[in-house]
């Protein structure tokens, strides 16, 4: 039976040895579940109802991209990332008519 040290195994498994005796800490006490990643992605942040009124209310106002209401709503005081600004468009299905450009234009090589 070869019994290695915890810096061995850590240096093996390329991992901080601290974590690997957290990792041996929490088997003795709590048994194979406490080795379960509890963590498996980072939950969707919120958005204050009030705001999301804010914000409808402001399209209905005047429709404008999520850019362009952000900068306003920062210049108002409101600490908000334009992608929550997104998110509350996409979830209402307010969207900005794009407008089309034009095709490039091709050359014809005239010999």
Do not use: C
């Not at 991992?15 to 992605?41: H, V």
């Amino acid at each position: 039976m070869n019994i290695s040290t915890v810096p061995v195994v850590a240096e093996l498994k390329k991992i901080p040895s601290k974590t690997l005796y957290r990792w041996i800490t929490n088997y003795r006490m709590f048994g194979e579940n406490s080795l379960e990643n509890k963590r498996p992605g980072t939950k969707p942040m919120r958005i204050n109802e009030k705001f999301e009124v804010l914000v409808l209310e402001k399209w209905k106002e005047r429709k404008r991209s999520s850019h362009k209401l952000w900068i306003d709503l920062k210049m108002e005081g409101y600490g908000v990332s334009q992608r929550q600004i997104q998110k509350i468009y996409q979830k209402h299905g307010l969207t900005m008519n794009k407008r089309s450009r034009p095709s490039q234009i091709k050359f014809v090589k005239y010999e």
